[in-house]
């Protein structure tokens, strides 16, 4: 393929809302083409955008809530807004601004949005992650993860069916943040042997 149209579909999955550092990540993975690296970024650009025209936005959830501490808001506008580009409709629950404020009453606004109905899952920043994660996990509707890169926030979805994503926004760069939220976004539960296991997760002592 010319570099011309590699540049077309690089640009079009841009402007479906993928920030380069991780439209590139994606594109990076090209160990099984045995291929030039122009000609290998042009095909999965390519394949990435067919599956956008085909499939949607490969997203497994309509409405997402999204909240932090004053340690998160930054990276958490960043997420919001670049969800919003991939057309899912992101529910904003604070904080705002830089002023201190206590973690786990956002971690329940999220849990409450979930179990309310008002969204399918969640995405939780402070900074660190951690007192988001055990926060929200103290609901049993909740699965909270807290992952650092995209293979934890893959197996998260694909092995635990998590629900809410949480992030350090002092311990991740924005592109690897960014590079979770899609594979946590993107990441189907793969059921089967963990369907049991994540059930008793679920279950009251």
Not at 81 to 87: A, I, P, S, V
Request: glycine share 10%; proline share 1%; hydrophobic share 40%.
């Amino acid at each position: 393929m010319k570099t011309d149209i590699c540049v077309q579909y690089v640009e079009r999955l841009n402007l479906s809302g993928f920030a380069a550092s991780v439209l590139f990540g994606k594109l990076a993975v090209l160990g099984e083409l045995r291929v030039g690296r122009s000609d290998a970024i042009c095909y999965k650009a390519l394949k990435f955008y067919l599956l956008l025209l085909d499939e949607g936005t490969p997203m497994t959830v309509k409405t997402l809530a999204i909240a932090s501490d004053h340690g998160g808001v930054d990276l958490k506008s960043t997420i919001a807004e670049t969800l919003k580009k991939r057309g899912i409709e992101v529910l904003d629950l604070g904080t705002d601004g830089s002023s201190s404020v206590d973690y786990p009453d956002y971690a329940q606004a999220v849990a409450k949005a979930i179990i309310d109905g008002k969204a399918e899952a969640g995405i939780l920043v402070c900074g660190s992650g951690i007192g988001m994660s055990i926060a929200a996990n103290r609901y049993p509707q909740i699965r909270a993860a807290l992952v650092h890169d995209r293979l934890s926030a893959e197996l998260c979805r694909q092995h635990n069916n998590a629900n809410v994503l949480c992030l350090g926004a002092r311990l991740l760069g924005e592109a690897t943040a960014l590079d979770c939220v899609d594979a946590f976004m993107s990441t189907e539960f793969e059921g089967g042997r963990h369907e049991g296991r994540v059930a008793k997760m679920s279950c009251s002592i």
